[in-house]
């Protein structure tokens, strides 16, 4: 299948650039770098995509037994990187695709320059000697979210956003566009995601790598993203003034400054810049 | 104006002129503000009774708090991106923990409101009680898995009894050329009515039956065991297809249904000057005849549906096989495969059997790839091709 139709694969920026690839999380689609990327593409080529299953993917591609691991959609951005012949590529990876990031540069390290992870968690159920945030039952109750949220929660938000209730085109332009998922992919989505563990990867990665974390995240509480930092041999945390999961929407500017500050920097050796 | 009239009027006045801060406060529907990182910052007084906190314990707190934690998850992955993605989310089922630890679920409407550079300023969010509609929810959700489950149940339990209904493997006769396809009508879970068997009656001496009994579902496939069974009884001893027929148009009649079929019965017998079939057809399409010399021509005898008529007359055709002739027989979900517009038909069938095929097995794919690309999908009939051939060498 063609590999564009299936990630819904969008290049932008400069053609001979340095390859810059965003991941989004579960939840959304490629639109969560929507006020983010476009401030790379004067130097870098920019490439965006959907997981499988996510967004503007060819869900037919979505096999139930294969994404039921991390490592399929690790293997999905090998893919793209090869295909593309992609080299010194910085990949910025958001909430759980930083640590899909991570399993991919494990596979060929050499494709990577630099590593973003974007509110990590290795692992979000607490362990002994480990505060993930959750316990397994939360888990649960967020896939009994999702199933409440079922009846429609893509299809009935977008109608009345645009005012205009008489005019569902609009809408449906507005549904189809963002954050939509198949519920059952959601859900078997969710299961991988919040269910997984990679902190035993974490000390095998050898791109350098930027921790950004955000003040007051639930998801990722920050003991967790220094928890990444101090695992990764070469890194750099910085903690970001931002609250919440998604700083790329919701502090846009202060995620491009320090995107830019780490992947603009000649060389970043081992460093930690922690505020 | 009568007195009542002005009564009424002023009344709707002083409505009209309520106070603000109750028509706020005393919503029906719990309101909160929040700057938008989701810091609260206002809250009606509809909320704080239903959730039991104190105003100055909210003010500063994160709206995201209040949520359970699998709520938590759904409000950063979910409605936080799309508030900031559309600047509104509708409908969403979360749970609110009230301050002695009780769960509320409610549904949220909220509003990001932008300033005129486009920058977030306040985020507006109504909460309304669901805890009836979440509990109907939750049975439809229920009902919604267990009929999926029972759906999965049922269609693996029509495919199974399916397959008891067809030979297990493909039909082989030594000395002929045999090939056969059977496929269900798309996306159903019913038994379809189409049926073939193969069998030997004696050394040379062959049955070959296509069928379709009129009917879906458990009733048809008791009727075709009934068929396939008394057919395999019957023909022993009795060598005119026809004979067959009349036996299973009297054992139908008996039988406590007023279900039918159609039918056609091919006996093929090898003599010394090689193989000879007798056809009869029970109200069936009748089986093509084609190879080198031959013309796509139907053959058996034609007849009526076996199961209605209490003294049907079945007749037998009876042709000699040469080198590389083949008799085609098929049942209705080939010929009246639909592609919207019309039907397959005869005459298309007659030019994919035209076609230079070598053996039994292209006859059959030939026809079958023909229907399903003619019908661009699935076929809403079940579809059963049946091919007999004498090889060049025989």
Same mark, same amino acid.
């Given at each position: 299948?063609? +590999?564009?139709? =299936? ?18 999380? /579960? ?31 060819? @869900? @037919?591609?979505?096999? /139930?037994?294969?994404?039921? @691991?991390? *490592?399929?959609?690790?293997?999905? !951005? ?11 590529? &910085? ?20 494709? /990577?320059?630099? +590593?973003?992870?974007?509110?990590? @968690? ?22 009994? *979210? ?14 009345? !956003? ?15 566009? /963002? ?5 059952? !992919? ?17 000390? +095998?990665? =050898? ?7 955000? *003040?007051?995240?639930? !998801? ?42 780490? &992947? ?12 | ?10 009344? $709707? ?5 309520? %106070? ?11 309101? $909160? ?83 005129? #550079? ?61 090939? #056969?396809?059977?496929?269900? #009508? ?178 059959? %794919?030939?026809?079958?790839? %023909? ?24």
């Amino acid at each position: 299948m063609d +590999l564009h139709q =299936r990630h819904h694969l969008r290049l932008s920026g400069r053609r001979d650039g340095q390859p810059m690839m965003f991941a989004h999380g /579960f939840g959304c689609d490629q639109n969560m770098w929507r006020h983010v990327a476009p401030a790379f593409e004067d130097d870098f080529r920019v490439v965006l995509f959907d997981h499988v299953g996510a967004g503007n993917s060819d @869900s @037919s591609a979505y096999d /139930f037994d294969r994404y039921a @691991s991390l *490592s399929a959609y690790a293997e999905d !951005i090998v893919r793209i990187v090869t295909e593309l012949d992609l080299h010194d590529v &910085v990949f910025v990876g958001h909430s759980v695709s930083a640590m899909i990031g991570v399993l991919a540069e494990r596979m060929v390290p050499e494709r /990577f320059a630099k +590593l973003v992870l974007v509110g990590p @968690s290795p692992r979000y159920i607490d362990d002994e000697g480990y505060v993930g945030g959750f316990a397994e039952q939360d888990i649960h109750e967020l896939l009994d *979210s999702l199933d409440s949220n079922y009846l429609g929660w893509s299809a009935a938000m977008a109608p009345t !956003i645009m005012g205009n209730p008489d005019r569902p085109a609009l809408g449906q332009e507005l549904t189809e566009s /963002f954050c939509r998922t198949d519920p059952d !992919i959601a859900r078997a989505f969710a299961r991988v995601t919040f269910l997984s563990d990679n902190r035993a990867d974490l000390a +095998l990665v =050898r791109t350098p790598t930027l921790v950004l974390q955000c *003040s007051n995240d639930v !998801i990722a509480p920050v003991a967790v993203g220094r928890f990444v930092a101090d695992r990764i041999p070469d890194s750099t945390f910085v903690l970001l003034d931002a609250t919440g999961h998604c700083p790329n929407l919701s502090a846009p500017e202060e995620t491009t400054a320090a995107l830019a500050a780490f &992947v603009r920097a000649a060389e970043t050796e081992g460093a930690s810049i922690a505020r | 104006m009568t007195q009542h009239e002005f009564a009424r009027e002023a009344f $709707l006045d002083a409505l009209l002129d309520d %106070d603000p801060e109750k028509l706020y406060d005393r919503a029906p529907c719990g309101y $909160l503000s929040t700057s938008p990182d989701g810091r609260i910052v206002k809250v009606n007084q509809t909320f704080l009774t239903w959730t039991g906190y104190e105003r100055d314990e909210l003010l500063r707190r994160s709206f995201v708090e209040l949520l359970t934690p699998g709520g938590r998850l759904y409000h950063e992955t979910h409605y936080a991106p799309m508030l900031r993605l559309q600047a509104a989310v509708r409908e969403l089922a979360l749970d609110v923990v009230r301050a002695d630890g009780q769960r509320i679920p409610v549904l949220v409407n909220a509003n990001l409101e932008v300033d005129d #550079a486009g920058e977030p300023v306040v985020v507006r969010i109504a909460l309304f009680d669901a805890t009836e509609r979440r509990g109907y929810e939750r049975e439809l959700l229920r009902a919604r898995q267990q009929a999926e489950a029972s759906e999965r149940q049922a269609r693996e339990l029509a495919q199974t009894l399916q397959r008891t209904l067809l030979p297990p493997k493909e039909p082989a006769i030594p000395g002929l050329d045999v090939a #056969a396809t059977f496929q269900p #009508a798309g996306d159903t879970l019913e038994i379809g009515g189409d049926f073939y068997d193969v069998f030997q009656v004696a050394e040379g001496d062959w049955v070959a039956i296509i069928g379709d009994v009129c009917g879906k579902g458990v009733e048809a496939a008791i009727l075709t065991a009934l068929i396939r069974d008394t057919l395999r009884a019957v023909v022993v001893g009795m060598h005119e297809p026809s004979k067959a027929l009349s036996a299973l148009n009297e054992v139908l009649l008996h039988h406590e249904t007023d279900r039918f079929c159609t039918l056609v019965m091919v006996r093929m017998q090898h003599g010394p000057e090689g193989w000879t079939a007798a056809i009869s057809s029970g109200g069936h399409p009748r089986p093509l005849l084609i190879g080198p010399d031959r013309n796509r021509d139907e053959v058996g005898g034609p007849g009526p549906l076996v199961g209605v008529l209490d003294a049907p007359e079945f007749r037998d055709e009876r042709v000699a096989l040469r080198a590389g002739d083949a008799l085609v027989l098929f049942t209705d979900g080939v010929t009246e495969s639909r592609d919207g517009a019309g039907f397959y038909g005869d005459a298309r069938l007659r030019d994919v059997v035209g076609r230079p095929l070598e053996s039994a097995r292209s006859v059959v %794919d030939a026809v079958f790839q %023909d229907v399903v690309t003619y019908s661009g999908g699935p076929t809403r009939d079940d579809v059963a091709v049946v091919v007999l051939r004498v090889p060049e060498k025989s």
